[in-house]
């Protein structure tokens, strides 16, 4: 298993028009929402820490100017990525795995050739998703920092053109640095995106290390120990065959909302309904793993972060302003009780879904003003392959994104911007 991974991580690859396409569209939208991320609550307390290991040339930090060497810059980005709940996801894997990889890719492929930074973006993301999709068990880590951690330094070895023969130690010193639960993701806490910028520096470490003369475990994914065993449940065996013709990087959704995926059945049917005033209530009945990620109470002590994983405060968010805006996740929201009784509006319950990892479908059901009731299925969340934002929807959440940066940017050129050509 672990040689078929490798080899096509090391390996060429034959993207075809669409999935390439995909991955540039992709990328753009990660490199955006890490821009905004510049300005997020934590985001300058992540900087300083990062900076006291060392600044100076070296590698652009997101929407700062500034720069930092390329293990730090990995830090950084992966947390400004990540802080806003914005980043594209992989649903049927419950893995962000554009984050930590495009960190990684980002902070090692400045002077590389533009389509070798795109095919090492590609194997990373293909594996994380990979690990995702093979799991069966619930989720206990939080898998943009495991998988995520396994796929980056898969790119990274890509982009340092190590031989073959060493992928299998950046493999196994990328397992030794696995870590991040999601106890972070239970409580709403800011170690959340803390733990995806970790994967990032660990990924870079991975590779420096290998790069360095240094080796690592073997038989990190299925030994007694490894990757399966310990953090994920499942046999990635039936899927490797797949690797380089099924291609998971067309499967990933992008967020229209920064905040937690789950959220977005809910907010993509009363987003799209053309009176919000006149929303009475709203029921939704959901998997469990939904219920579970956002169908949390409102507290008025909350954390930014707890927020955006609460589904009665954006609830309350989209019917007032028709959108969700990152600035509105502040203590005087959290406290205002105009805004609590709009949230007061939903109801949220688990339906029978036996897969633990399901994010669909949902059942929402609309109730107005007037006493009429609507009935929503929501088979696939808005901004997933199945039911995808339109261009002007995708050119609004971009210039939204980058309008929060610290400095003017563009990302038109994503590829440019990762190997430097270009900003």
């Not at 050739?113 to 799991?135: I, M, S």
């Amino acid at each position: 298993m672990t040689d078929r991974l490798l080899d096509f991580a090391h390996g060429p690859l034959m993207l075809p028009a669409v999935v390439r396409a995909r991955a540039l569209a992709l990328l753009a939208d990660t490199l955006a929402v890490g821009v905004a991320g510049s300005t997020a609550p934590g985001a300058d307390g992540v900087l300083a820490a990062a900076s006291g290991w060392g600044r100076g040339e070296g590698v652009p930090v997101l929407g700062r100017d500034m720069r930092l060497p390329a293990a730090g810059a990995a830090f950084v980005n992966g947390f400004q990525i990540h802080c806003l709940e914005w980043d594209a996801v992989h649903e049927p894997a419950v893995v962000h795995a554009m984050s930590v990889v495009t960190a990684v890719v980002h902070a090692l492929a400045r002077g590389k050739d533009r389509e070798a930074a795109l095919a090492a973006l590609v194997v990373g993301v293909e594996t994380a998703c990979l690990l995702g999709v093979a799991a069966t068990g619930p989720l206990k880590f939080f898998r943009p920092a495991t998988a995520g951690l396994i796929g980056a330094a898969l790119a990274g070895a890509r982009l340092k053109e190590l031989p073959r023969d060493r992928y299998g130690d950046v493999l196994g010193l990328a397992h030794a640095q696995v870590a991040g639960t999601m106890q972070a993701h239970v409580e709403g806490s800011i170690a959340l995106p803390i733990q995806v910028a970790a994967a990032a520096r660990a990924a870079v470490t991975a590779v420096d290390l290998v790069g360095a003369g240094l080796s690592g475990p073997q038989n990190a994914l299925t030994g007694p120990f490894g990757y399966f065993p310990v953090f994920d449940q499942g046999d990635p065996g039936p899927l490797l065959a797949a690797l380089g013709s099924t291609w998971r990087m067309a499967e990933i959704s992008v967020k229209p909302w920064p905040c937690g995926r789950a959220s977005h059945g809910v907010l993509g049917v009363l987003g799209a309904l053309p009176g919000l005033q006149a929303v009475a209530t709203a029921e939704a009945e959901v998997p469990p793993l939904v219920a579970r990620l956002v169908g949390r109470p409102w507290l008025a002590d909350m954390t930014p972060a707890y927020a955006r994983l609460c589904l009665p405060f954006l609830t309350a968010l989209m019917l007032r302003d028709g959108r969700i805006d990152p600035r509105a996740f502040t203590a005087s929201s959290f406290c205002d009780q105009g805004l609590r009784a709009l949230g007061g509006r939903l109801t949220v319950r688990a339906d029978g879904n036996t897969d633990p990892n399901a994010l669909g479908p949902q059942q929402i059901k609309v109730r107005y003003d007037d006493g009429s009731v609507q009935r929503f299925d929501v088979p696939a969340m808005l901004g997933s392959p199945a039911n995808p934002l339109s261009e002007a929807q995708m050119r609004a959440k971009t210039d939204f994104a980058l309008g929060m940066g610290r400095v003017p940017m563009a990302v038109d050129d994503p590829l440019g911007l990762l190997t430097g050509a270009t900003g």
